[in-house]
Structures are given as C-alpha cells and as structure tokens.
C-alpha cells in the first residue's frame, strides 16, 4: 500500500444522504446562498410573477419563491392567449397548503388593484372610463376596474334623465365620489365632468344677461307653478302665468318636457342668480284683438274659467277676461256664494259694465239681462202701503230682520214692528232665518228702494183693549218669570208681560215672592204708548197710596168717556175739583161695563186663536 493510500480519509466520505459530505459550516454557506436567490414573500399581498406553464386546469406562476405556485386557468379567461412567459399580477393566497403547495389568485390580485386604483382615483379627482352594465333602482351600475360601483339617476346629467336604458352597453366617464369601505360600495358621478365643462359657459352666460333678452331653452322640469327651463348650464323659471295670455290649469296643457322653447328674460337676481322668463310676452296682448265695437252697454259672450268668493271671470277672447261680481249676478240685495250662480264651463251672455282698455280691465254683469225690479211700473201699486205680502227671510240684525219678497226687493221689519205683547229684544227670538212671514207695507220709498214692513200690525192693536182690561188698580193674577236687581217680570193674562218692583214682591208675611210663584197683583200703572203695566203684589193687602189715589183720579180718554155727554163729562172734572169720591163712584160706574165688554173680546179671541 502507498502512502497516498495510507493518507486517505475515509471518514470523509462516510457521511449519510444527500449533502453529507458537507460540513454544517458549508451548509449554511449554501443555504444563504440559495435563500439570496429566492424572493421573501408575505401572504395576502399582490406581486408579479411569470407564466411557467398552463394547462386546462392550472396555470403555474414563478414569483420567486421557491415554489411555483398554482392559479387556477379560470380566472384568465379574459386572457386566452396567455402563454409561458408573460407577466402577471397575482395575490398570494397561502405560501404553503397542507399539500406544501404555494397558493395564488389572479381574481383576488385584480380586485385588490381595482381597490387601490379607485382609492387613488378619488384622492386625485382623476377620471375613469367606466361601463354601464345594467340599471337599477335610481341609477346605473357602472364596472370601474372590475368592481361595480353604483351611479345616481340625479349624478348622471345636470338635467333631469327619465330613460336610464339608453346607457346601458355604453362607456361612460366618471369620477369617484364616495367610497364606503365597511360595505365595500363605490359611487361615482358623470354630472361632476358636465357642470365643470358648463361652468365657464354658465358664466358667460350670466355675464351677458339683461331683461328683455330673447333666449332659447329646453324645457327640463314641469310643476304644476311653471316650468324650469335649461338656458345652456343655467335654469330660468317660466310661470304659468307667464306661459299663455289665456288662463290654464297647468303648463303640461300646452308644453312638454324636453321642449325647445324661446323665453325673454322678465328679471334676473344677480345674488341669488334667478331667472324670470316669459313666454306669453313674445306674442301680441289678446286685448288689441278686442273688437272696437265692444264699449260700455254691450252684450259680450264667453265661458267661466274661474269662480272665486267674490265673483267669476268671463273669458271673452283667449286672455280677455272680465269680472262678473257677485253683486252683479242677481238683483238680490243678499250677497250669496258666487257658485250658486255659476261654475266653470258655463257659457253665457253677459253686459259690459265698465270698460279699460288702456288698463286691459273690463267688469261684466248678467242681472243687467233682466229688468230691474225696482224700476217696474208696478212696482207703486203692488206694493202701495197697505197691501199684504209673504217673504222670506234673508238676515237678521239687532234691530230687525231682512224680507225678500221678491228677487231685488227687499223690506225692514223692525223689531218692534213683530209683536204687540212680545217684548223682543232680538229678532230671533221670533223668527229664524229662511223663514216665511206675513207683513203689511208700511211705507213705501222707490227712489231709495227702501221698504218698510210690518208683522204685528197684521191684528188690531190689543193694547187698545188692554186699557180697558188692566185698568189702575184692577186685581190680576199673574206668574213671577224672572227678575233682576230692580224689577220682577210677571206673566199676565193674554199673553202679555208686566213688571213689578221688587220691593213690591213681598208678602202678607213679610217674605219675597220668588220666581214662578202665582199671586195676585194689582195694576198700579198702566202706559200704553210705552206698552208697559206697573203691577204690586203687596197692594193686595195694603191701602193705596196717595199718588196711586191721585192716578187713579186722573181723566183717561176712552170710548167709553167719549160716548159720555159734555155735561156729564164737565160735571165730572168739576167733582174732581171738589168730590174725588164722587168722580171714583162716576168712573167705576163708566169703565165697569167697557171692562167687561173688554175681557169678553179678549176671550173671545184668544177662544179664536187655540
């Protein structure tokens, strides 16, 4: 054996599997080394990779790493001539499966890109190219780097967009508006990239703006108050009243949306930047149509556009309209609803009252059609004092009501004219309105158109009987109905009231007679042109006064006195002088038989009356 052989070191080369004979030193030597040729990768992060291979089922992707790792060819089906060697975008997914298995995705690594593009695009209010893929409820959605993000109907244009499908398939410009991050949903607006480009255009406009400026516009919104037109980046509102000289309901009865129109400015708010636009101001006024022969007296002939509260307009011509007050509709001096004459739609005749050209006013009425009662040829002896009628009552005031007997004739009945026993202080008390009365013409006044009426005078004057009746000192029954601070009133026979002092209430035992108690009082009054009678409850049990005496003495003019002889007659004023009993003997004597001639005509009548 040599001595290179005996200088061999077997033990070199003894070493077990692949690498043994490398020292620890030399391994980690060639570990770094190889570690310098790999990439360091973190999971969940996009990185950029080569094709190594595809197949029907996988593509392989060298990231450097030191596996390859597996997407699946799904997800390049935008991409169908992939071949190895192109360069990719992927996400690393997992760096080892429990199959050792590096694990990429190229869907994840789009939407991951698609995220930070659209982050970056709404920091830097850059514009994207996006496609319309469906519309939805208030918008369009919109595909923006791979994710669908949502665009508003109202975001779409600066006018309003009725038709979203007509985007749909279509690119569209848009920017990046709000991002919510919990949900994941983007919204973008094409609207931003129009009012930029129409801002120096609106500006220009309203520059050169001036009042009586004819411009033309599209209409872009209707309301039932007028419509907004669209001057090119600046709205302008048109009022209905400005749309036609003719009155309409609303402006869709002869406008349409999208609409070409020429408007003239009517006044423009260079604060608040609003326009006032005209229509109706381009055409000629309908007044200079109005035929000359048209003047004060004449018969015109249109249709009702309007009733208010106060009266309703007569379209003559297409915006010639005339006033028809309420005043004018009816003879009746009772204002009523102008629409229980008219309503819309009603053709008629009508008399021009008063006439404006210059002002383009006109007033129009149709009682003039008809003859004025107050000025018929009858009128003086069909309504001649004395002479009865039935009417209707219309209004009642404090000191009366209102009759109509006929359409335009009217008459007072006062208040005190409705009863001779009823003390009425209100003509309600009596009478309601839209009630029937009979009334007797009191007086008659044409010229004024005045009339006056009477209810009560209808009977005889029973206060003339009354005097007879209720003679001073005759003893009656009577019924307590209320009182106040100083006087009691009483229920009398025959329907009539009489009054009591309330001291006069008192009783034989010194107590007061209170309401509703029926007692018997002696008349220690009585004034018949006031229709008023005194009564005293405690002269029933006490002596007459001295001035009750003197009342008593004191002549009454009465049938009865006057059928008397002027000598019985002068001999009982001499006996007052002398004899005061002699006259009360004489005067009892006289008043016994007409009072009871009275009493039986009273009962009598009231027999007549149930």
């Given at each position: 054996?040599?001595?290179?052989?005996?200088?061999?070191?077997?033990?070199?080369?003894?070493?077990?599997?692949?690498?043994?004979?490398?020292?620890?030193?030399?391994?980690?030597?060639?570990?770094?080394?190889?570690?310098?040729?790999?990439?360091?990768?973190?999971?969940?992060?996009?990185?950029?990779?080569?094709?190594?291979?595809?197949?029907?089922?996988?593509?392989?992707?060298?990231?450097?790493?030191?596996?390859?790792?597996?997407?699946?060819?799904?997800?390049?089906?935008?991409?169908?001539?992939?071949?190895?060697?192109?360069?990719?975008?992927?996400?690393?997914?997992?760096?080892?499966?429990?199959?050792?298995?590096?694990?990429?995705?190229?869907?994840?690594?789009?939407?991951?890109?698609?995220?930070?593009?659209?982050?970056?695009?709404?920091?830097?209010?850059?514009?994207?190219?996006?496609?319309?893929?469906?519309?939805?409820?208030?918008?369009?959605?919109?595909?923006?780097?791979?994710?669908?993000?949502?665009?508003?109907?109202?975001?779409?244009?600066?006018?309003?967009?009725?038709?979203?499908?007509?985007?749909?398939?279509?690119?569209?410009?848009?920017?990046?508006?709000?991002?919510?991050?919990?949900?994941?949903?983007?919204?973008?607006?094409?609207?931003?990239?129009?009012?930029?480009?129409?801002?120096?255009?609106?500006?220009?406009?309203?520059?050169?703006?001036?009042?009586?400026?004819?411009?033309?516009?599209?209409?872009?919104?209707?309301?039932?108050?007028?419509?907004?037109?669209?001057?090119?980046?600046?709205?302008?509102?048109?009022?209905?009243?400005?749309?036609?000289?003719?009155?309409?309901?609303?402006?869709?009865?002869?406008?349409?949306?999208?609409?070409?129109?020429?408007?003239?400015?009517?006044?423009?708010?260079?604060?608040?930047?609003?326009?006032?636009?005209?229509?109706?101001?381009?055409?000629?006024?309908?007044?200079?149509?109005?035929?000359?022969?048209?003047?004060?007296?004449?018969?015109?002939?249109?249709?009702?556009?309007?009733?208010?509260?106060?009266?309703?307009?007569?379209?003559?011509?297409?915006?010639?309209?005339?006033?028809?007050?309420?005043?004018?509709?009816?003879?009746?001096?009772?204002?009523?609803?102008?629409?229980?004459?008219?309503?819309?739609?009603?053709?008629?005749?009508?008399?021009?009252?008063?006439?404006?050209?210059?002002?383009?006013?006109?007033?129009?009425?149709?009682?003039?059609?008809?003859?004025?009662?107050?000025?018929?040829?009858?009128?003086?002896?069909?309504?001649?004092?004395?002479?009865?009628?039935?009417?209707?009552?219309?209004?009642?005031?404090?000191?009366?009501?209102?009759?109509?007997?006929?359409?335009?004739?009217?008459?007072?009945?006062?208040?005190?004219?409705?009863?001779?026993?009823?003390?009425?202080?209100?003509?309600?008390?009596?009478?309601?309105?839209?009630?029937?009365?009979?009334?007797?013409?009191?007086?008659?006044?044409?010229?004024?158109?005045?009339l006056a009426l009477g209810h009560?005078?209808?009977?005889?004057?029973?206060?003339?009987?009354?005097?007879?009746?209720?003679?001073v000192g005759s003893s009656h029954?009577?019924?307590?109905?209320?009182?106040?601070?100083?006087?009691?009133?009483?229920?009398?026979?025959?329907?009539?009231?009489?009054?009591?002092?309330?001291?006069?209430?008192?009783?034989?035992?010194?107590?007061?007679?209170?309401?509703?108690?029926?007692?018997?009082?002696?008349?220690?009054?009585?004034?018949?042109?006031?229709?008023?009678?005194?009564?005293?409850?405690?002269?029933?049990?006490?002596?007459?006064?001295?001035?009750?005496?003197?009342?008593?003495?004191?002549?009454?003019?009465?049938?009865?006195?006057?059928?008397?002889?002027?000598?019985?007659?002068?001999?009982a004023e001499k006996s007052t002088?002398?004899?005061?009993?002699?006259?009360?003997?004489?005067?009892?004597?006289?008043?016994?038989?007409?009072?009871?001639?009275?009493?039986?005509?009273?009962?009598?009548?009231?027999?007549?009356?149930?």
């Amino acid at each position: 054996m040599s001595n290179k052989q005996k200088e061999f070191d077997w033990d070199q080369i003894d070493g077990k599997g692949f690498g043994g004979n490398y020292t620890a030193e030399q391994k980690k030597q060639m570990e770094a080394a190889i570690e310098a040729t790999l990439n360091s990768v973190t999971e969940k992060e996009v990185v950029k990779g080569i094709v190594v291979s595809k197949t029907d089922r996988e593509v392989i992707v060298n990231i450097g790493f030191k596996s390859d790792g597996l997407v699946s060819a799904s997800e390049f089906r935008d991409m169908p001539d992939l071949k190895a060697g192109d360069e990719v975008e992927v996400y690393i997914e997992n760096q080892e499966d429990s199959n050792g298995q590096l694990i990429l995705s190229r869907k994840l690594a789009k939407v991951m890109g698609a995220w930070i593009n659209i982050e970056r695009a709404l920091e830097e209010d850059t514009i994207i190219n996006g496609f319309v893929k469906r519309r939805t409820k208030g918008g369009l959605i919109v595909d923006i780097f791979g994710i669908e993000a949502f665009l508003p109907g109202s975001q779409i244009d600066v006018k309003p967009i009725r038709d979203f499908d007509i985007f749909v398939g279509k690119n569209m410009e848009v920017k990046v508006v709000k991002i919510n991050h919990t949900n994941d949903n983007v919204v973008v607006s094409h609207k931003v990239l129009i009012e930029k480009d129409l801002e120096e255009q609106r500006q220009l406009i309203l520059n050169n703006l001036e009042k009586g400026q004819v411009l033309e516009g599209v209409i872009k919104n209707m309301t039932n108050f007028g419509v907004f037109i669209d001057l090119g980046g600046v709205d302008g509102l048109l009022h209905i009243t400005d749309i036609s000289w003719g009155r309409i309901n609303h402006p869709q009865e002869v406008l349409k949306l999208d609409q070409k129109i020429q408007v003239v400015v009517l006044d423009f708010d260079e604060n608040k930047k609003r326009i006032s636009l005209g229509m109706k101001q381009l055409q000629a006024h309908p007044w200079e149509a109005l035929a000359v022969d048209v003047e004060v007296g004449s018969k015109v002939k249109g249709k009702i556009v309007n009733v208010a509260d106060y009266g309703a307009f007569l379209e003559v011509l297409s915006g010639v309209e005339g006033l028809i007050h309420v005043s004018e509709m009816s003879w009746s001096q009772h204002l009523r609803n102008p629409q229980d004459f008219l309503k819309v739609g009603d053709e008629m005749e009508a008399v021009v009252l008063t006439l404006d050209r210059a002002e383009r006013k006109m007033s129009l009425g149709i009682k003039q059609l008809t003859e004025d009662p107050w000025t018929k040829t009858d009128l003086l002896s069909k309504y001649a004092v004395g002479t009865k009628h039935k009417g209707t009552v219309r209004n009642l005031t404090n000191f009366g009501l209102f009759l109509e007997l006929e359409e335009g004739i009217d008459g007072l009945v006062h208040v005190s004219d409705l009863s001779w026993t009823k003390k009425i202080k209100h003509p309600s008390e009596f009478v309601k309105v839209g009630d029937s009365l009979d009334v007797i013409v009191i007086e008659l006044d044409a010229d004024n158109r005045r009339l006056a009426l009477g209810h009560k005078q209808l009977e005889e004057n029973p206060w003339d009987t009354f005097e007879s009746v209720f003679t001073v000192g005759s003893s009656h029954k009577a019924t307590i109905i209320s009182k106040n601070d100083k006087m009691a009133v009483l229920e009398l026979p025959y329907g009539i009231e009489g009054l009591s002092p309330l001291k006069q209430l008192t009783k034989a035992d010194e107590s007061v007679a209170e309401v509703g108690e029926a007692l018997d009082f002696i008349v220690t009054e009585f004034q018949k042109d006031d229709r008023k009678i005194i009564l005293s409850h405690t002269r029933t049990f006490t002596a007459p006064t001295a001035e009750e005496t003197a009342a008593a003495a004191k002549p009454e003019k009465k049938k009865a006195a006057a059928k008397s002889s002027e000598k019985t007659t002068v001999t009982a004023e001499k006996s007052t002088m002398g004899d005061i009993g002699a006259l009360s003997a004489l005067k009892e004597q006289m008043e016994g038989a007409e009072r009871a001639q009275a009493i039986k005509k009273l009962e009598k009548k009231s027999k007549k009356a149930e």
